[in-house]
Nanobody, 124 residues
């Protein structure tokens, strides 16, 4: 069974940092592009960041550029998202999701395997 299990969500104060992790089981990430998708209350899901199967290419939403860093450790079959300088607008459920590697990086319609999505709350 293909599974993605996230960890690291929770409450953080404005200006703070948080690191999300996503561990894959039942399959190897070596052949998958993988990334993060978030959904705020009352809004549609939106792509945050994605990294290619080799780790050589990354994409970021405009709101994530300069604040977030995506990385992967294929030896550990794990994906990470370092989030810095957080503000309340970043409050959302953050899903880890993957698709078999092909040209585009993580269009939502390609994503095949999803994690459960921990809640990240930025509040004082």
């Amino acid at each position: 069974q293909l599974q993605l299990v996230e960890s690291g969500g929770g409450l953080v104060q404005p200006g703070g940092s948080l690191r999300l992790s996503c561990a894959a089981s039942g399959f190897t990430l070596d052949y998958y592009n993988i990334g993060w998708v978030r959904q705020a209350t009352g809004k549609e899901r939106e792509g945050v960041s994605c990294i290619s199967s080799s780790g050589g290419s990354t994409t970021y939403a405009d709101s994530a550029k300069g604040r977030f860093t995506i990385s992967r450790d294929n030896a550990k079959n794990t994906l990470y998202l370092q989030m810095n300088s957080l503000t309340p607008v970043y409050t959302a459920v953050y899903y880890c999701a993957a698709h078999r590697a092909r040209g585009s990086l993580c269009p939502i319609r390609y994503l095949e395997v999803w994690g459960q999505g921990p809640l990240v709350t930025v509040s004082s």
